[in-house]
């Protein structure tokens, strides 16, 4: 089982009670092999991104961290 598949199971285990997941279950039913793959990727390189930010000891309000922020909201 890939990692995506573990965290998308215990994601599943924690919050499938919730409005939220029902919420994000509709949103992305129709999302295909490669839509996710392509999430994961911008994900990982944003996350790389952050990783950068902390070891520079930039603060979490700062224009590249908040660039980072509003990067996520658009995968």
């Given at each position: 089982m890939s990692s995506f598949e573990k965290n998308k199971k215990k994601a599943q285990?924690?919050?499938v009670a919730t409005e939220a997941y029902k919420e994000y279950q509709e949103k992305t039913k129709a999302y295909s092999?490669?839509?996710w793959n392509n999430i994961s990727e911008g994900m990982n390189e944003i996350l790389s991104e952050f990783d950068?930010?902390?070891k520079k000891d930039?603060?979490?309000d700062s224009i590249e961290a908040q660039s980072l922020v509003k990067n996520c909201r658009t995968i």
């Open positions: 285990e924690k919050w092999a490669d839509k950068l930010c902390v930039e603060a979490p």
